[in-house]
């Protein structure tokens, strides 16, 4: 081999080990650095933390939560949550710089993980949590994101973030594992901080307890309309709790529900609800109505409350259609399929709620044979602009005239993706582009709304 040839294999090959290397250190990065907050999870953080316990061997941590974020994410979605723990992360990066003891470590529990920690070194003399720096650290922190959430990005949401702020000190001993001291003093930072939430948890399922009791439960309606004419064929029933509560907001209503177990309860009183209202409905409108996979298969629901219904109840079985929300519920769709027939053989219609939302659609609609497939708004928003959701739609479309269904296209707010949405095959649909749910019950179109 020439002399030349070698080097630049050398160097090709040095320069291959490079970008190997290179790589590896991003895939190790991804995977000890959250990408929405650009902070170090604990490991990372670990030899900062222990050269800390080196200078005065003890060490204060402050946890610090955003209460209750499952419930904001079940209402607003992740990328809600995701924005909100990068601007609490941003605000705590500002304290760091500002307030903090000099040489503080600022990281999250994991990567996607919801808590973030500080690690704080105490002077010798006061290493006590209750008063001190580490008290001082923690006000500062809880001040700090309070006035935050209590701004206008954060003022309108319910339920609005709240800051869950603990402190715990560590102090270094010699006869146990400094990690494992550590992963204590993190589970006593945080539950110093959790009391309080655990209290409001409390006082909040308590309140739902009394309004499933109490049958407080308000019913609106979105008209669904035929897309070529504009004409109303049906009305949605939507269920909300009292407007003066925190429950008024619909998923923080059922997802605490789930969480107490009484969503079986809470969904046939959001029915008992929606069919008293209903009554102000006319002989041929369609009465869209949401029940859970559970109670369609329950006795008293199908020999109580649609058995039951009055002579001149305003809207005809055959005009009253059972929604199925919460498919992730049915273990067993074959089996779901052939209980729910027995309600079809009594009149009523049958309708797939969020199609195309989730792995489970297909499956639903194979074995349950709806008579109104209804596609996720996630799918129709900016439908206009992207040929997969297109496709999608279209192919949708024709699953449902091969099985004699209609489809009701979902969360329709702008004119693009009226005409999207038509030119792809769907017959009906509703949304805020048209009316927002209300108790209202609109005859026609109003003037200067949707015109088609």
């Given at each position: 081999?020439?002399?030349?040839?070698?080097?630049?294999?050398?160097?090709?090959?040095?320069?291959?080990?490079?970008?190997?290397?290179?790589?590896?250190?991003?895939?190790?990065?991804?995977?000890?650095?959250?990408?929405?907050?650009?902070?170090?999870?604990?490991?990372?953080?670990?030899?900062?933390?222990?050269?800390?316990?080196?200078?005065?061997?003890?060490?204060?941590?402050?946890?610090?939560?955003?209460?209750?974020?499952?419930?904001?994410?079940?209402?607003?979605?992740?990328?809600?949550?995701?924005?909100?723990?990068?601007?609490?992360?941003?605000?705590?990066?500002?304290?760091?710089?500002?307030?903090?003891?000099?040489?503080?470590?600022?990281?999250?529990?994991?990567?996607?993980?919801?808590?973030?920690?500080?690690?704080?070194?105490?002077?010798?003399?006061?290493?006590?949590?209750?008063?001190?720096?580490?008290?001082?650290?923690?006000?500062?922190?809880?001040?700090?994101?309070?006035?935050?959430?209590?701004?206008?990005?954060?003022?309108?949401?319910?339920?609005?973030?709240?800051?869950?702020?603990?402190?715990?000190?560590?102090?270094?001993?010699?006869?146990?594992?400094?990690?494992?001291?550590?992963?204590?003093?993190?589970?006593?930072?945080?539950?110093?901080?959790?009391?309080?939430?655990?209290?409001?948890?409390?006082?909040?399922?308590?309140?739902?307890?009394?309004?499933?009791?109490?049958?407080?439960?308000?019913?609106?309606?979105q008209p669904i309309l035929h897309l070529d004419t504009g004409r109303i064929i049906g009305y949605e029933a939507f269920s909300r709790g009292p407007s003066d509560s925190i429950f008024e907001s619909p998923g923080?209503?059922?997802?605490?529900?789930?969480?107490?177990?009484?969503?079986?309860?809470l969904d046939l009183v959001c029915q008992r609800s929606a069919l008293r209202q209903a009554r102000r409905l006319s002989p041929g409108d369609k009465l869209f109505l949401n029940a859970l996979p559970a109670s369609?298969?329950?006795?008293?629901?199908?020999?109580?409350?649609?058995?039951?219904?009055?002579?001149?109840?305003?809207?005809?079985?055959?005009?009253?259609?059972?929604?199925?929300?919460?498919?992730?519920?049915?273990?067993?769709?074959?089996?779901?399929?052939?209980?729910?027939?027995?309600?079809?053989?009594?009149?009523?219609?049958?309708?797939?709620?969020?199609?195309?939302?989730?792995?489970?659609?297909?499956?639903?609609?194979?074995?349950?044979?709806?008579?109104?497939?209804?596609?996720?708004?996630?799918?129709?928003?900016?439908?206009?602009?992207?040929?997969?959701?297109?496709?999608?739609?279209?192919?949708?479309?024709?699953?449902?005239?091969?099985?004699?269904?209609?489809?009701?296209?979902?969360?329709?707010?702008?004119?693009?993706?009226?005409?999207?949405?038509?030119?792809?095959?769907?017959?009906?649909?509703?949304?805020?582009?048209?009316?927002?749910?209300?108790?209202?019950?609109?005859?026609?179109?109003?003037?200067?709304?949707?015109?088609?």
């Amino acid at each position: 081999m020439k002399q030349g040839a070698g080097r630049r294999t050398a160097v090709a090959g040095g320069r291959r080990a490079g970008d190997g290397a290179h790589a590896e250190a991003l895939r190790l990065k991804a995977a000890l650095h959250d990408r929405v907050t650009d902070l170090p999870s604990v490991p990372v953080v670990l030899e900062t933390v222990r050269a800390l316990f080196q200078k005065t061997r003890s060490v204060g941590i402050v946890s610090v939560e955003v209460d209750p974020l499952a419930r904001i994410e079940s209402v607003y979605g992740w990328q809600v949550v995701d924005a909100l723990l990068k601007d609490a992360a941003a605000e705590l990066r500002l304290l760091t710089g500002d307030v903090m003891p000099a040489g503080a470590v600022l990281c999250q529990s994991g990567v996607h993980a919801d808590r973030f920690l500080l690690f704080l070194p105490l002077p010798k003399e006061a290493p006590g949590r209750r008063s001190g720096p580490l008290d001082g650290a923690r006000r500062a922190v809880e001040e700090r994101l309070a006035a935050r959430f209590a701004g206008p990005s954060f003022r309108s949401m319910t339920p609005r973030p709240a800051p869950c702020v603990g402190a715990a000190t560590v102090v270094e001993h010699p006869f146990f594992r400094l990690e494992r001291q550590i992963e204590r003093g993190m589970d006593e930072a945080r539950q110093s901080g959790s009391k309080g939430e655990g209290q409001e948890r409390a006082r909040q399922q308590a309140e739902l307890k009394r309004i499933i009791r109490d049958q407080r439960i308000e019913t609106v309606f979105q008209p669904i309309l035929h897309l070529d004419t504009g004409r109303i064929i049906g009305y949605e029933a939507f269920s909300r709790g009292p407007s003066d509560s925190i429950f008024e907001s619909p998923g923080l209503l059922f997802e605490c529900s789930r969480e107490v177990g009484m969503a079986g309860e809470l969904d046939l009183v959001c029915q008992r609800s929606a069919l008293r209202q209903a009554r102000r409905l006319s002989p041929g409108d369609k009465l869209f109505l949401n029940a859970l996979p559970a109670s369609l298969l329950d006795p008293g629901f199908r020999e109580g409350l649609l058995a039951d219904l009055p002579e001149d109840f305003p809207v005809r079985r055959s005009d009253i259609v059972l929604e199925i929300a919460d498919r992730n519920s049915i273990d067993d769709y074959r089996t779901f399929g052939n209980e729910v027939a027995d309600l079809r053989a009594r009149g009523f219609k049958m309708s797939i709620d969020d199609v195309g939302k989730g792995s489970s659609s297909l499956e639903s609609l194979s074995e349950v044979h709806p008579d109104f497939i209804k596609v996720d708004g996630s799918l129709v928003r900016g439908i206009e602009r992207n040929l997969i959701k297109q496709e999608l739609l279209r192919s949708l479309c024709q699953v449902a005239r091969a099985m004699g269904a209609h489809v009701v296209a979902e969360g329709i707010e702008t004119r693009d993706e009226l005409e999207a949405v038509r030119r792809c095959g769907a017959r009906y649909g509703q949304g805020y582009y048209f009316y927002k749910p209300s108790r209202e019950l609109p005859a026609s179109m109003s003037a200067g709304q949707g015109d088609m």
